[in-house]
DNA sequence: AAGATAACATTGAAAATTTAATGTTTTTTA
DNA sequence: TAAAAAACATTAAATTTTCAATGTTATCTT
């Protein structure tokens, strides 16, 4: 993706929001709304809260995470990169959140009250069918983790994982890895020894380079393959 | 259609929609709509194929299968008993189908063209709202089946594909189990071995009984518990 | 009803994955 | 900036899971 199209992909909610609401509605969303800054590791929705808002992530990277009571084991469902309409399963659903959303880098969000932005969606059905479908893409791609979990072992699971991040995070072929070894693992559900070996591996064998945080994937077909035979 | 069929028929997606659009409204869709019945083991929506129609289950079981070409293997994602809305990822999305819904008892179904259903939930808010938390119920189950696969070992996430065969689709502590055992073992992403060895181990403790196709689960605090500890 | 096919069941060997132990390097923080 | 903590890295042992081989039972088909 060029510059200039990762500039108008990049526009904010009120940007999304304006195609499908007149300017006075957007004004009763944001008068209920916060504009807020997230750290790294900071939580945006918690797991188990009531689904009191929803959030527009307007620039940042952020991770789906499952955390475990019983093992205290974490999964990282799917990463996901600005901008997106984060509401987990409760931007459709009513229960508690099933799974926490967290920065994995400096955020700016834009946080809504859930019942506000509802009354709107089911006043102007083309602004709830837009949001819907921006929303499932973070579906989509959790399901397509799931099945890759399921259906290969840790070298396919993990290529999953580093072609997911070039293609859908950070759309380049190289990217500062935001994430540390414990949370790949976490991600493609194995443990950090396979993640550690696998990327040493393929270090090895000219498929990646790795220097301290700086990923880059030199030889994408060989990914792809590795992917394939899962 | 029998009268006993025509009821059902009324009681299902009609019903709803009339909640929510108006009867001629409604004739706009039943216009490019059939009213289907599918046997056990035929394939309502084909992983891969463009997503002209969304299928409204009336009555029956279906499974969400995944196919991997690559190595041959299933995954059931998740399992859905009638009334639902099925469209897979592609009621939101506009991929072609990622996975095929399969019935796994005679099901009834009503199809619908996904474009003139598009039409009227843009032109409806309150009817898109309605119909997207409907059918995220199971986008709902599926990512819960993943947590389970994630974090669990066999016995815990065959635990937990029984808790939800009692709880979500057959609705009572004994059922007529209308998957194989290759198919458990599809639900529960392990080997068939494992379901059997792991069924018998369980009958020999007295937390099932087994007789054929009819299972009923006696300590249901035993089976939380193997859920729970994973 | 007989033969064929699919499903169910059991076992030991093989393979994959995790755990544990240990050391080095990098990052954080007092 | 020095100490502490976290992240990164490697290896062998233990565990879990799958694969392969084999037989029985149930179901489908002609």
Redesign the pocket.
Known sequence: MSNQKLENYYSGFKKISLQFITAEEFKRIEKTSVYLKFK?GEIILKQGHPPTHVAFLQSGIVKFNFSSEA?G?NTILTLVSAPKILGGANLFYKDNNLFSMVAVEDCEVFLIESNVLFELLKSNGRFAVALFQLASEMFKSSILNFISVAN??????IADVFLYLSQDVYFHNSFN?S???????EFA?????????T???WQQEGIIS?S??KMEIIDMNKLKQISKIG
């Open positions: 790294k093992t084991k290969k072992q840790k070298e396919g699971r890895l994430l540390t070894r414990k949370e790949l693992a559900c194995c443990s950090v020894e396979n993640i550690i070996m990327l040493s591996k790795i301290g945080k």
